[in-house]
């Protein structure tokens, strides 16, 4: 998916909607939603992730892919079920009436490039991953100006996120890849 690469309304409200009936296909043990009839776009190789927000704003899930290896439309189906059911930092949806009280939200992605260093990563812009001693960690474009973070503050939170120290990011070894995301939600519809 290149970057600019716009989806109408109607391929918003697919994506929304299929990652909604994904979860509820889940919940009720039925067969997952058919997406043969989706437009040619949405059956191009990209990646997702999907994030699940209470209805005061508060992180539920949210589980993604950074790489583009299979049509968005079952990226979309795979991480609906990942975000809802086996975010390890939750526990899993346990009924209809929890999810009817979510809002769902769908990061398109660009693919990662490689940057010299940490300040080529722009708040607000970009999404980063870091790689530093071994582990790694992402945030999405959007989650610094939600937590109201810096750059410095966005890199150290995403140093503890990969299970190191909060100044790992300064460090020699640390690797860094940006990324483009984008980025719609049920509250917007």
């Given at each position: 998916m290149g970057e600019g690469n716009i989806f109408t309304?109607?391929?918003?409200?697919?994506?929304?909607?299929?990652?909604?009936?994904?979860?509820e296909a889940r919940l009720e043990k039925k067969s997952l939603p058919d997406v043969s009839g989706c437009s040619a776009k949405l059956r191009e190789p990209a990646s997702c992730?999907?994030?699940?927000?209470?209805?005061?704003?508060g992180l539920r899930g949210c589980i993604g892919a950074m790489e583009a290896?299979?049509?968005?439309?079952?990226?979309?189906?795979?991480?609906?079920?990942?975000?809802?059911?086996?975010d390890p930092r939750f526990m899993p949806v346990s009924s209809l009436s929890e999810l009817e009280g979510l809002v769902v939200e769908i990061s398109v992605l660009t693919p990662p490039e490689d940057v010299d260093g940490p300040d080529k990563f722009v708040v607000g812009e970009h999404g980063v991953i870091m790689f530093c001693a071994g582990r790694s960690a992402v945030f999405l474009p959007?989650?610094?100006?939600?937590?109201?973070?810096?750059?410095?503050?966005?890199?150290?939170?995403?140093?503890?996120?990969a299970g190191l120290s909060p100044d790992a990011w300064r460090s020699q070894d640390a690797r860094f890849k940006v990324f483009r995301a984008i980025v719609f939600s049920e509250k917007d519809l």
């Open positions: 309304n109607d391929e918003i409200q697919y994506l929304l909607r299929l990652a909604r009936s994904t979860m992730f999907v994030t699940l927000h209470t209805a005061d704003g290896y299979e049509p968005l439309v079952e990226n979309v189906v795979h991480n609906a079920i990942n975000s809802a059911f086996r959007q989650v610094a100006p939600e937590q109201g973070w810096d750059r410095e503050t966005t890199l150290s939170h995403l140093s503890m996120k």
